[in-house]
């Protein structure tokens, strides 16, 4: 597989790519494209999952282009944090398949005061979960991994419907 190949996939299938055309294609399924969660569910979702795992400094839920559904996290640029969250589970995406590792679950990062991780919670959310500085990286992948299952308890049925 080359890499051309492979450009612009994440876990619900290729990214859609704009090219003119004579046919007008009918429009995406909404309940695939569309965020399933209002942004006040989500945001009390966020604040009841930040109150029942702890060490999590906070959590951001943004669509798959890279914007911001809801964000119970002070102190960071959320519109900045959500585009670079769908950058960074794109590259995740790319480089686990070039590793030959399977299909990417999360991405990743450590910095000197605290840990992040992004995750995909359905085809077109993802979780952004910040850790608290003085976790250790076995303790902070347990939290993240709780929160995204809290989270997707509380999407509704109809959302975790991936796309074909």
Not at 16 to 44: C, G
Not at 103 to 111: K, L, N, V
Not at 125 to 142: S, W
């Amino acid at each position: 597989m080359k890499a051309a190949d492979t450009y612009g996939q994440y876990p619900g299938g290729p990214l859609p790519i704009r090219r003119p055309s004579a046919d007008t294609a009918p429009p995406p399924d909404p309940a695939v494209v569309s965020p399933s969660l209002d942004r006040n569910q989500t945001l009390e979702a966020l604040r009841r999952i930040r109150g029942q795992v702890d060490q999590v400094a906070g959590l951001l839920v943004a669509t798959y282009d890279g914007l911001v559904l809801a964000n119970d996290n002070e102190g960071i640029e959320p519109d900045s944090v959500a585009a670079m969250s769908a950058a960074a589970v794109g590259l995740a995406t790319q480089f686990a398949a070039h590793a030959k590792i399977g299909e990417s679950r999360c991405a990743m990062f450590e910095g000197s005061s605290g840990y992040v991780c992004v995750f995909p919670v359905e085809a077109s959310l993802l979780l952004v979960v910040f850790g608290e500085p003085d976790i250790t990286m076995g303790l902070f992948t347990l939290a993240a991994k709780q929160a995204l299952t809290l989270l997707r308890q509380a999407t509704p049925p109809k959302a975790t419907r991936r796309a074909q």
